[in-house]
């Protein structure tokens, strides 16, 4: 089992950057496939990035390819979320997310295991 705090998020104009930061419990961080999701007021939780067990497979979401970074130090147990050119619509509550299963493609909420609580990013106009 993994236990993740988020930590960086914040209030930010528009076209600014920010850096999320998770931070995971457990000598096994290096064996899960890492994720970045995220949940605006009144809807779904949404898949934003992942980053395989080796760093080498990463997958994003559509909308924030070119404007996103994850990546993962494994010697930390940390993955990262660079978040930069930032638009309103990027506000929600950001939470990383980490599974057992190896495909960074499968970007379901139900297809990973454990969740940490989240960081609030605000995105103003």
């Known amino acids: 089992q993994v236990q993740m705090v988020e930590s960086g998020g914040g209030l930010v104009q528009a076209g600014g950057s920010l850096r999320l930061s998770c931070a995971a419990s457990?000598?096994?961080?290096?064996?899960?496939?890492m994720g970045w999701f995220r949940q605006a007021p009144g809807k779904e939780r949404e898949f934003v990035a992942a980053?395989?067990?080796?760093?080498?497979?990463?997958f994003y979401e559509d909308s924030v390819k070119g404007r996103f970074t994850i990546s993962r130090d494994d010697a930390k147990n940390t993955v990262y979320l660079q978040m930069t050119s930032l638009k309103p619509e990027d506000t929600a509550v950001y939470y990383c997310?980490?599974?057992?299963?190896?495909?960074?493609?499968?970007?379901?909420?139900?297809?990973?295991?454990?969740w940490g609580r989240g960081t609030q990013v605000t995105v103003a106009s």
């Open positions: 997310a980490a599974k057992t299963s190896t495909s960074v493609r499968v970007a379901t909420v139900p297809s990973y295991n454990y």
């Open positions: 457990g000598r096994t961080f290096s064996t899960y496939t």
């Open positions: 980053i395989s067990r080796s760093g080498g497979s990463i």
